[in-house]
């Protein structure tokens, strides 16, 4: 069955090329869902124990936006500037590619949009990925088995963060979300925090900073997690925090955002 499979999807994804060929206006055209497809790179400066390592954030933040016939195009096709920013005294470099900042829509690149699906399949077929949909990704409740939770929390006296925004048109919303690593030395903490003035404090008072604590709002000690956060400010997001002791060169995380239809 397998086998199968493995030779339908590329024809799928040929299809779906073949088919853009002829109606690549009316293809993937959205009506009133929205999404911004970026990258973050960051790159880590001397002060920290990753020294030279990167890490890349791949989200997908899918939202719907009143009024679509005002929507703005804006230009996704360059990288923004790199910038060098400080962390809990430590500096690194950032570099946003394709990021809008919830102002434009991602307009999907055709071959892309196929990959993505085969990859989706493929995913799917391992187990990788739980949900048959491409345009929406759920991974496994995935523990970090390399150490406990209370190690975790150790590692994590040194460590460093990244705020993902949502982005939505009502002032309270909901969110379905999912994010994994590739790095399978260390975990991962996820939290939906208020705004991302909780970076700043999660590393100024450690256990001070303020998150949704409902269930399904955050994750300790993860290699995969997928939840879903309710009643949400618009100027919340998701906080990842990694252990500053990454091997990999790269560790490479995905991370998607789904705003809930109810919200509309």
Known sequence: MKNYLYVLIPIVAFLIILTNAFFGHELFAS????????????HLQPDWNSYSKNIIFEVTNSWYKKNLDSTIETPLDNYNANQLNDLGGKS???????????????????????????RHEIEYIQGAQLS???????????????????????????????FIPIC??????SYDFSIKTDNPLV?????????????TDFFNEKEGFDYYDEYG??????????????????NSGLLIVI??????WVTKIKVNLYEAESQV
């Open 132 to 162: 048959d949909d491409p345009s929406f990704s759920i991974y496994p409740d995935q523990e970090n088995t390399n150490y406990d939770k209370q190690e975790q929390e150790k590692k994590l006296l040194e460590s460093y963060a990244q």
């Open 243 to 248: 252990p500053d002791e990454l091997k990999p």
């Open 168 to 173: 939505s048109s009502n002032e309270i919303t």
């Open 187 to 199: 975990g991962f903490d996820v939290y939906f925090v208020k705004s991302l003035q909780e970076r």
């Open 92 to 118: 690194y470099v950032e570099l946003k590619h394709e990021f809008s900042d919830c102002e434009g829509e991602w307009t999907p690149i055709l071959y892309r949009k196929a990959i993505d699906t085969v």
């Open 31 to 42: 009506t009133e869902q929205v999404a911004n497809k970026y990258s973050v790179y960051v």
């Open 217 to 234: 709002c955050f994750a300790q000690n993860k290699q995969s997690y997928s939840g879903t956060c309710k009643n949400v400010s618009k």
